[in-house]
């Protein structure tokens, strides 16, 4: 009997064994199969969610490296002999894996064909996006259109496409985005559109376009104006078709800064926004950037740049022969009204517990006296840390207007009428009464001094005034310096307002209350109630002091001149990251970064 | 364990018969507790009788015989009858314990013929603590069980690591198996444990295949006792005192520090403390002359422009954080008992421990209740249950200010020591909303809950004279997880009249629940027999098969209508975060294991398992681990002629054995497409996004570790010397990590494959000495035991045929730390300009400029720069190995002695060697160093550069120089500050007393036993002789609160390690 039971439990034994052997086959069920994902318009939409992320987002720092701006170090980029292909970065490829594993496998016919290619548009109008922002840090790159195999070793190992096949390639990106994105307008403006895709197309054609224009070197030239063509074109279908406007209903006098402070996009006027929104608990850091001593890259614009905002009545600043030694109470008068949108003055107010106090420029935040607040919330409260709620502005319409008036100057067929409905119009908005009509014809020798020595064109020059004014810290600068050729603007003086006397305190805002005094050595006593004493002597504690006068006793402020900016043809490109040359020698790298 | 032996001994016949004298008496130990099951026989014949419960017996024999008493673990003693009628009976215990019994896999082995690298401790190592859990109390106990608390806090409970790294590749720690199905030891009741024991060589784990590649911990729960029902009640209370950071308190101190360090890091003046407090040279200015003038601190103004508040404080923020002192209170119930066919074991267990915050207290308690019985239904058959069920809560207070942050990072960055907690009107200031006083308004945490209850119902048949025995169990296991967690704004005010909040952009309740289901069974056959006489044989086979399903559930919704809210009804906002989760796994395998001895002299082992596990496709998903192991008993040869008294036991033993590694994700090696949210806001809503799934594994196999394993047990000087040593190579190979690095433009990491290699060498040793003499006509039994444990870890194949730095590279010891040679400070701008250029790989200020008072780097590769090269092996700039952060010669030291019924015991266990280089985050280290408005350490005052004290150990101050730790003077690692983190703990220290039995068996109570005890009072470390004894403990130097911030660095910012004093007392009726 004892035995027989043996035979039962060797029996259950194998029942077990046999039973249990299928659990040992286990599939994944909270991650969704490839035909769930391709199969279906919701599948489709939530794998393009995924490339928004390309996009810069809900950032206002993009302009911490331009000319105008003057910050609390310099950029290693162009600190003289700083940087070299060990510090580079950028040569990252996994957004691109991503689009071209969805381009190429969004082929489920149990979607239209027409709503496949809507989704393909969206993936091409990034992937455009993508590749645009390589070629502007690297120039050649390679050009990818599937997700790579490791056996793929001829394109993994081998050299860089020439710009000419990589940016026809982007433009091929584009056009299918503008033929076949459906939609074409989303009230929320937060999601690709048909002429957000244009208006992306008219910014890479204008890039290329002067690009080839000014960088002879390149042998281009032939084909810069076809790609000037184009900007216009597809600047002038959203200008024709797009819907938008340019905002005015706020007044000339707050319009212009409620399309960056704004918590809903402007919607007549923005066309793609990175929103921010409290109840999403998505929130962006620009108070934080813009006001932290610590935080922040300290940014303030430098002076040569505040004097190209035209007096109201639309004449130059600087025709004023007195100019120089303004102060700084009286230079901000009487001008376009988007420089006091854009910085510190007169009677701007912050909100302290609910009271607006007065708000000078603060030179333990400042190093030149013109402060930005284009981004900025007035509420202090904003300023602790990632507490923003105002949406960060990725296209909008103003950006369009100029792409249009730039690729028709550049090409020497801007009207009066197209001066009228662009730039024209963004000065009317700005409060400037004069030249609004018709197109400039005396060039500026202020511009061309200062900025663009071998422009002679007085439409060319007013029209890169404007877009250095109106767009401003949107991040554009940078790329509008590479390829108008101009990179020794990056060699300016960091240069502040005009101090005309040590120890003196200044009232900058005019509210009777002193704000600011210069001194050297020792600081005066009894120091004034409320002014902030900056010590502007040659050294302190030995140190070489970076905040000076520039005739020691009185004159412009300077910051930071110490440090040599050395801007050199090489730096028209970055180096390819040492690193990525180490895995792949047949990149080669950029020249004079060898 | 004790009761395991008395129930095999209780099974064991014995036969009987009439003899003329009746002998009664009762055998003790030598502490005078009876002993239950002991064997007295006549010597010479097979007469014989057990004792029963109260250690009593009764024999029938003549006059003149000898009576020979013996016990499992203690030694035998022979008694000569005479005339006696009445002999009562004191067993010492074994010096060795060499007849002492050891829980493997599936079964137990004699020690002494044991040939694997087995280690166990029994439930005395647990006695008269106060632990938070078992985990914490096993810490150090057994070596190279090595068990990586990383600060004080009650729910620590690592994974458990046995002979060092494991693997690169998948990872793995040591399988936990509490009464032989996994589970999780910290929610154990520590009284329930009867022994825990370790295997860890291949061959000692290898029954257990794919899942003990890196060695298995066994943890075996008492058995009901045998005889009479037992009652006892243990209960213990300690009081715990936190370890509190040296910190400047003193506002104006801090604050001119402050500014000097910001003026120097940050390149201005500063406009705020951080974003708190407004700043400027004239609020500093007066300040000082407040300070000057005596004009009493701690006054709060109101600023004539703004309307704000300005503090003229001093404030010891730790000192309003924490209590002085926390208590814990354990109390134990267990009822145990057995009739002939019966027996049963109830347990229960309350551990509470109240938190060490003043406010928002992170109360801790834990509950435990165990059901263990069994019941003889037929002569054959046995059937036994054993239930668990326990809970465990903890509350982990955060503060809001920032998201959810932990205290001490949010103390650092936003309480400063010149703000005070409140306003004149009683509401928070700036500077306490941000930690202490979220605290004190008591609503933004984390309720953490975890419960677990198993069942596992078994039968062992046995069958021809137990020679044959068949068992089986099945086990049903539920573990749930629940975290809730609340944030709502906490109000301050800046300005008399305002109140503000921070936490606005939160205001959530989040709750993630978690459910494992898990399914074991096993079911095998044993048998034993000796053949004549000299070869011994036990085979066992069997089966197993484990599932495990995990299932979760998360939802966090923002909008609470009030702050009190906790449910998440009560929660409207429009911000919605939903979560699911999913994972099940099975294995299932047949193991076997052969045992073979000749003579007691040649022992010889073999494992085997064959294994199969869903984790791996189809064509790989089965594997077979065979392992060997042998011993040879040299002292039980006949030509081994040396004295007992000298030698009385030497065995050397060898093992081989290889494994396979099956801890791995699941589902690895299919194409997955994980859905998330988007963190960007799409037509007015969060969406769900998708993405290109990760690129598939280049094939996929099992990682395997093999292990040989060579030790050597003796003993000595009759037994009261006792030494045992392993000397073991594990090497971990086909490691599942990613291929050579393709070129970026692949655009994902490079698919993995088993591609390295690991090889991990070690050894460990434990030497004990037991004696024992008399003192004041009553004998002193002390013992002594050391044990040491070493292991180090070599890379052998990896994919870095560059040998970048970035990465493993092939012949990389694991934990090397790379730094430059710290050779001093710049003493003059010559001395700068005639050094290499530190720029711009590292800076010093803002303005890249060099200044006397930095730091002076050794220029190790002659050429014109000090950085890092090409970041490789062959070309690392100016940096060579300086440091390895493992930790090496880990070692414990029990003393203990006992005498008249007192006993004293003390238990040390430290590290030999090991080296840490402070992290930028690590505040306590860094102060200012870091960020401007950090806490500044005491022990820097005095100790930073300045042209009068060019001889500091720290350069001139400067915030942000500890900030990045490839491009910051003091982020780098390097020489100087380099510190040694060896330390001895003294981790438990009793003294106890046995009150005698005629004192208390007329109060009808059976034991009476008092204590005191105390745990980690005393550690020293060479690290305190930089930073202070008091300031730091060395074991708050792991990362930082990993409740809030899992997987992130930042040295120290984590719980304090917590001094404790215990009374205690047990009862036994």
């Keep these: 009997m004892i035995m027989k039971k043996q035979y039962l439990w060797f029996a259950l034994l194998a029942i077990l064994f046999v039973s249990c052997e299928k659990e040992l086959d286990q599939t994944p069920v909270s991650t969704a199969s490839k035909t769930a994902v391709f199969g279906s318009k919701d599948g489709l939409e939530m794998y393009t969610n995924s490339f928004y992320s390309i996009l810069p987002g809900r950032t206002t720092k993009l302009d911490a490296m331009s000319d105008y701006l003057a910050v609390r170090t310099v950029p290693t980029f162009i600190h003289e002999n700083a940087f070299a292909a060990t510090l580079s970065s950028g040569w990252t490829w996994t957004d691109l894996r991503n689009l071209n594993y969805f381009i190429v496998n969004c082929v489920d016919p149990k979607i239209s064909a027409t709503d496949r290619k809507h989704y393909i548009g969206i993936a091409k109008f990034f992937r455009a996006y993508f590749y645009f922002e390589k070629v502007k840090r690297f120039g050649d790159v390679p050009w990818v259109n599937k997700p790579l195999d490791v056996a793929d070793t001829l394109i993994l190992y081998g050299g860089r496409d020439s710009r000419t096949l990589v940016m026809d390639s982007v433009l091929a990106d584009i056009n299918y985005a503008c033929e076949n994105i459906l939609t074409t307008t989303d009230q929320s403006r937060s999601t690709i559109t048909k002429y957000v895709a244009y208006a992306l197309k008219s910014r890479i054609c204008l890039f290329e376009g002067t690009f080839r224009k000014y960088h002879t070197e390149l042998n281009l030239q032939a084909t810069a104006d076809t790609w000037l063509t184009n900007a216009a074109t597809a600047a002038k279908t959203v200008m024709d078709e797009g819907g938008f406007s340019v905002y005015t209903t706020g007044g000339p006098d707050k319009s212009y800064r409620a399309l960056f402070t704004s918590d809903s996009p402007v919607a007549s006027e923005i066309m793609l926004s990175a929103i921010s929104d409290i109840t999403l608990k998505v929130l962006n850091d620009a108070n934080w950037y813009w006001t932290s001593g610590t935080y922040g890259d300290k940014a303030s614009f430098i002076r040569t740049f505040i004097n190209t905002y ?106 009066d009428a197209d001066w009228a409905a662009t730039v024209g119009k963004l000065r009317q908005r700005a409060g400037i009464t004069g030249g609004l009509d018709t197109k400039p014809v005396e060039a500026d020798p202020y511009l061309i001094e200062n900025y663009f020595p071998e422009i002679t064109d007085p439409v060319i020059l007013e029209v890169r005034r404007e877009r250095g004014i109106e767009l401003c810290l949107e991040g554009f600068r940078f790329a509008d310096i590479l390829r108008w050729k101009r990179g020794e603007l990056m060699n300016m003086e960091w240069n502040g307002f005009y101090v005309p006397e040590l120890v003196t305190p200044m009232d900058l805002n005019e509210d009777g209350i002193l704000d600011v005094a210069f001194y050297q050595g020792t600081k005066p006593s009894p120091a004034v109630e409320g002014v902030t004493y900056v010590d502007v002597s040659e050294t302190i504690d030995g140190k070489t002091n970076p905040q000076l006068l520039k005739n020691g006793t009185y004159g412009e402020l300077t910051w930071m001149n110490n440090m040599v900016r050395k801007w050199e043809d090489k730096m028209y490109y970055y180096p390819i990251p040492a690193t990525d040359l180490i895995t792949n020698p047949n990149l080669e790298q950029n020249p004079g970064w060898e | 364990m004790k009761k395991i032996l008395l129930m095999l001994l209780f099974l064991a016949s014995t036969v009987l018969y009439a003899q003329r004298v009746t002998v009664t008496g009762t055998v003790t130990d030598s502490q005078g507790n009876p002993l239950p099951g002991a064997t007295v026989q006549v010597k010479g014949t097979n007469v014989g009788v057990l004792t029963d419960a109260g250690g009593r017996f009764s024999i029938e024999t003549g006059p003149g015989s000898i009576l020979v008493i013996s016990f499992l673990g203690y030694n035998s003693s022979e008694i000569e009858v005479g005339s006696q009628t009445t002999i009562n009976v004191s067993l010492q215990e074994s010096v060795l314990g060499l007849e002492e019994v050891v829980v493997v896999g599936y079964g137990t082995q004699k020690k002494v013929n044991l040939t694997a690298a087995v280690d166990q401790v029994t439930d005395e190592t647990l006695e008269n603590r106060s632990v938070p859990n078992l985990t914490q109390g096993l810490k150090g106990v057994l070596p190279n069980l090595n068990i990586n608390l990383m600060d004080g806090k009650p729910i620590q409970a690592p994974s458990f690591n046995i002979r060092g790294t494991t693997s690169i590749g998948q990872g793995g720690s040591a399988l936990v198996l509490i009464d032989g199905v996994e589970g999780d030891p910290s929610l154990l009741n520590p009284n329930d444990i009867a022994s825990v024991s370790i295997l860890k060589d291949a061959a000692s784990a290898a029954i257990y295949g794919a899942r003990g590649a890196f060695g298995v911990v066994l943890i075996t729960t008492k058995n009901p006792e045998k005889g009479r029902t037992h009652i006892t009640y243990s209960s213990n209370y300690s009081i715990k005192k936190p370890t509190v950071p040296d910190f400047v308190t003193d506002g104006y101190t801090f604050l001119k520090m402050f500014s000097e360090a910001f003026v120097n890091g940050d390149g201005s003046f500063p406009q705020n403390v951080n974003k708190e407090t407004k700043f400027s040279q004239a609020y500093l200015d007066e300040f000082k002359r407040r300070v000057e003038s005596g004009q009493p601190y701690n006054e709060v103004e109101i600023d004539p422009v703004t309307g704000e508040y300005v503090y003229y404080g001093s404030t010891d923020w730790y000192d309003i954080l924490y209590k002085d002192f926390t208590t814990a209170s354990d109390h134990n119930l267990t009822v145990s008992g057995s009739s002939d066919k019966a027996a049963f074991l109830v347990s229960g267990r309350l551990m509470d421990q109240p938190g060490i915050f003043r406010y928002s207290s992170d109360d801790y308690s834990m509950m435990n209740l165990r059901a263990k019985g069994s019941i003889q239904v037929l002569p054959w058959l046995m059937l036994e249950n054993n239930s668990d069920y326990s809970t465990m809560k903890y509350y982990n207070p955060f503060s809001v200010g920032e998201g959810a942050v932990d205290i001490w990072n949010i103390i650092a960055v936003d309480t400063h020591p010149h703000s005070p ?301 006792r030494f045992v040593g392993d000397i073991y190579t594990r090497n971990t190979t086909d490691m599942f990590t990613i291929g050579v690095t393709l070129p970026a433009l692949y655009g994902a990491t490079a698919p993995k494959g088993n591609y390295a290699d690991l090889q991990t060498k070690g050894w460990e040793a434990s030497l004990s000495w037991r004696d024992h003499f008399n003192v004041g006509s009553k004998p002193l039994n002390y013992n002594i035991r050391f044990t040491l444990a070493d292991n180090k870890s070599v890379i052998k194949k990896y994919n870095n045929p560059n040998k970048l730095l970035s990465d493993y590279y092939v012949g990389q010891v694991i934990g090397e730390i790379w730094g430059y040679v710290t050779e001093g400070f710049f003493i003059d701008d010559e001395d700068v300009a005639n050094h290499a250029k530190q720029s711009p790989q590292m800076r010093a200020s803002p303005t890249h400029i060099w200044y006397p008072g930095d730091i002076k780097f050794k220029n190790l590769n002659d050429d014109d720069y000090i950085n890092i090269g090409t970041n490789r092996v062959s070309d690392p700039g100016d940096r060579k190995i300086i440091g390895n952060k493992s930790p090496r010669y880990i070692y414990g030291i029990n003393l203990g002695a006992d005498w008249n019924n007192i006993f004293v015991s003390a238990f040390f266990e430290g590290v030999g060697k090991q080296d840490w280089y402070p992290s930028t985050e690590a505040e306590y280290f860094w102060g200012q160093y870091n960020r401007p408005y950090n806490n500044i350490p005491l022990w820097h005052l005095g100790n930073m550069w300045t042209p009068d004290n060019p001889n500091a150990y720290l350069p001139r101050t400067m915030s942000r120089a500890a900030s990045n730790a490839t491009t910051r003077e003091l982020g780098v690692a390097q020489t100087k500050y380099l510190q040694n983190v060896a330390y001895i703990r003294l981790k438990n220290i009793q003294l106890g007393y046995n009150i005698p039995k005629d004192l208390i068996s007329r109060i009808g109570i059976s034991s009476l036993r008092v204590y005191v005890s105390g745990e980690d009072i005393w550690s020293w470390s060479p690290l305190y002789k930089i930073v202070g004894k008091g300031h730091m403990d060395v074991g708050n130097i792991g990362p930082r609160d990993q409740v809030i911030r899992p997987g992130a660095g930042a040295d120290g910012f984590n719980y304090p390690i917590m001094k404790s004093v215990i009374f205690g007392l047990s009862v036994g009726i």
């Design chain 1, 310 to 415: 035209l007096n109201i009545d639309g004449t130059p600043f600087t025709n004023n022969p007195d100019w120089p030694t303004m102060l700084f109470k009286d230079e901000v008068k009487g001008r376009d009204m988007r420089l006091q949108q854009t910085i510190r003055m007169g009677d701007y107010k912050r909100i302290v517990g609910g009271t607006p106090i007065p708000a000078p420029p603060v030179f333990s935040y400042t190093f030149t006296g013109y402060q930005p607040i284009k981004w900025t919330l007035d509420d202090m409260y904003y300023d602790s840390e990632r507490l923003n709620t105002n949406s960060i502005s990725v296209f909008r319409f103003a950006e369009v207007l100029l792409n249009y008036a730039e690729a028709k100057a550049e090409l020497g067929t801007l009207t």
């Design chain 2, 421 to 721: 907690m409140f306003n004149p009107d009683g509401t928070l200031t700036t500077g306490a909303v941000y930690s202490v006083g979220d605290f004190w308004y008591g609503k933004n945490g984390i309720t953490m809950k975890k419960g677990v209850f198993k069942n596992t119902t078994g039968f062992t048949a046995s069958f021809f004279d137990n020679k044959f025995r068949v068992k089986g169990d099945f086990t049903l296991r539920k573990d749930d997880v629940e975290n809730v967690t609340k944030r709502v704004p906490v109000p301050y005010s800046s300005k008399p009249g305002v109140l503000l909040h921070v936490g606005t952009a939160t205001n959530d309740l989040k709750n993630d629940w978690a459910k494992t289901q898990y399914l074991s069974t096993n079911i095998y056959g044993e048998f034993e027999d000796t053949f004549n006489n000299d070869h011994y044989v036990k085979v066992l086979a069997g089966y197993n098969y484990e599932e495990s399903t995990y299932n979760r559930i998360l939802v966090t919704r923002n909008g609470l209508i009030y702050p009190d809210a906790v449910d998440l009804n009560l929660a409207l906002g429009q911000a919605i975060t939903t979560g699911g989760g999913y994972e099940k796994w099975a294995i299932m395998g047949g193991f076997s294991r052969i045992n073979y001895a000749f003579k007691d002299r040649y022992l010889i082992e073999v494992n085997a398992r064959y294994d199969g596990s869903s984790k791996f496709p189809s064509n790989q998903r089965f594997a077979f681990f065979p392992s060997i192991s042998a011993g040879w008993r040299v002292s039980k040869e006949s030509f081994w002629n040396v004295s007992p008294d000298i030698i009385s036991d030497l065995k050397l033993r060898a093992s081989y054995g290889s494994l396979g590694n099956g801890n791995i994700s699941s589902y690895i090696y299919q194409e997955q497409f994980s859905i998330s949210q988007s963190s960007i806001i799409l037509k007015g809503q969060l969406p769900q996004i998708t993405k290109n799934p990760a690129v598939l594994p280049d094939g996929i196999t099992w990682e395997t570790s093999t292990t040989t394993n060579f030790g050597l047990d003796f003993s000595m000087l009759s037994d009261r010397l």
